[in-house]
């Protein structure tokens, strides 16, 4: 099974505490998803509550042609402030390891995600990649980055 590895880094002109405050709440996420996704938090989340280890967080999702899928992450690793790792436990990728670190800079926080991910089905899933999933995952990034930029600014 091949694994994919993409990169996206943002730099957000707000302090470290607006930021994790922001992007450690997982009802945030589906503010800065695309529409499109009609992505839905279904576990019962409280406004309020932020990620720690061992939460699962479930969601239904329409990646693709307005399919509606369930999706169940698991938040692994928390270092407040730094940076959370979310999995995937069930839901539309053979493996979803997805890394969201934060470091002051001069000016803000730069937000670093490395995501790891795989499709499976052998050459199938290769082929899926390439012509679609791959475009969709960038795709939703880039919604993301502009979306973050509308929110907090830019540096």
């Known amino acids: 099974m091949k694994t994919y590895r993409i990169e996206f880094t943002q730099k957000i002109p707000v302090d ?10 997982p009802l945030n996420l589906a503010e800065i ?7 839905d938090v ?29 999706w169940m992450t698991e938040i692994t690793h928390v270092k407040d402030k730094e940076y959370f790792i979310d999995e995937q436990r069930f839901g539309p990728f053979a493996f979803w390891h997805h890394l969201h670190r934060f470091e002051a800079i001069d000016g803000g926080v730069l937000m ?7 499709i499976g089905y052998g050459f199938i899933g290769t082929i899926a990649n390439e012509i679609m999933v791959s475009k969709k995952i960038n795709e939703i990034f880039s919604f993301r980055y502009k979306k973050v930029e509308e929110l907090f600014g830019k540096i």
């Open 33 to 39: 998803t695309p529409e499109s996704m009609t992505f």
């Open 112 to 118: 670093h995600d490395i995501l790891h991910y795989a």
């Open 42 to 70: 279904t576990s019962p989340i409280k406004k309020d509550e932020k990620m720690f280890p061992g939460m699962i967080i479930t969601y239904k999702v329409s990646p693709l042609l307005g399919i509606k899928l369930n």
């Open 16 to 25: 470290m505490d607006t930021a994790w405050d922001f992007f450690s709440s």
